[in-house]
Nanobody, 128 residues
Framework: QVQLAESGGGSVQAGGSLRLSCAAS????????MGWFRQAAGKEREGVAA????????DYAASVKGRFTISRDNAKNTVYLQMNSLKAEDTAMYYC?????????????????????WGQGTQVTVSS
């Protein structure tokens, strides 16, 4: 049974930083994309960042590029999202997702519909 457990969320003031972690169990990292997504109240889930198995390919939503960094430790079956210079508009539930596009190729790596497994989410609240 695949389980993705997110942690690291919390409340922070604008300009602050948080590091999210996603630990996978029952799932072996392979050649497919891992991703972070978020969903703010009343809005659709959107892609934030994605990373290939080797970490050589990453992709970011325009709204977070330059502020967020996705990384992974395959030996620990864990994916991270370092979030710096946080803004109030970053407030959302953040989700980890696995089994994305093969080799993280194509335009689907930031599309929720292209991922098979999801965690329960961790809340990030940024106050201005």
């Amino acid at each position: 049974q695949v389980q993705l457990a997110e942690s690291g969320g919390g409340s922070v003031q604008a300009g602050g930083s948080l590091r999210l972690s996603c630990a996978a169990s029952g799932y072996t990292f392979g050649s497919r994309c891992m991703g972070w997504f978020r969903q703010a109240a009343g809005k659709e889930r959107e892609g934030v960042a994605a990373i290939s198995y080797g970490g050589g390919l990453t992709d970011y939503a325009a709204s977070v590029k330059g502020r967020f960094t996705i990384s992974r430790d395959n030996a620990k079956n864990t994916v991270y999202l370092q979030m710096n210079s946080l803004k109030a508009e970053d407030t959302a539930m953040y989700y980890c997702a696995a089994e994305g596009p093969l080799y993280c190729s194509g335009s689907g790596r930031l599309l929720p519909s292209d991922y098979a497994y999801w965690g329960q989410g961790t809340q990030v609240t940024v106050s201005s």
